[in-house]
Structure formats: structure tokens, C-alpha cells
């Protein structure tokens, strides 16, 4: 999924989605939790690099912040998503990606 990183910006998050749900079956409730995991993997391994070269030095106060409001997140989405049907959640995929699509592009 390297390619698809680079090329999009995003760590081929959608991509992913799209192959667990259409090439592989799995469920679509199953599908997006497993494909952010993944980006999660592989955040904490770029971070870690960044760490160990000594490219990024984070504030203690800033990574607590993000971690409360990741966790945050995580759980109030979990809870959100049990209310919306997979199809919801897949267009609201899609208008979150074209969102940032439009975004890059006025830039």
C-alpha cells in the first residue's frame, strides 16, 4: 500500500476499505476499524523513526492532548457507528474523502 500512501496522502486508508470489503467479504463495520488499525501501525512506526533520528521532538502536553482526543474519538465513534447501517458509514467515507479531495484542490 505504499504507492497508494504516496499517492494519496492518507496511508490508502479507502483503498484498504474497498479491498477488505468488496475483494475479501468483510463486513463493512469490521472493515474500516481494521483499515484505520493498520494506518495506526504505521503512524507509530513512521513517528517512532522521526523519534530515533532526532526529526521530532514532541511536547509532552501536545501528545497527551492528541492521545485524550484520540481516544475520545475512537470511543465516540465506535458508539456512533453502531447506530448507522454500513451504507451510511460507507458515504460519509466517501464525503469525508471528497471533502478533502476539494480541499487539496483549493489549496
Known sequence: MGLVSGAMGIGGSPL???V???L???PVRTAMPTSQFMVLLSTVGGVLAHVFRHEFEP????LLSLGAGALVGAQVGAAL???ISGGVLVR???LALVTVG???LWR
Not at 59 to 62: F, G, I, K, N, Q
Open 92 to 94: 460519509l467515507m466517501a
Open 16 to 18: 484498504q476499505v474497498v
Open 81 to 83: 457507528s453502531e447506530q
Open 24 to 26: 475479501m467479504h468483510v
Open 59 to 62: 511536547e509532552l502536553v501536545t
Open 102 to 104: 476539494v480541499r487539496l
Open 20 to 22: 477488505l470489503t468488496h
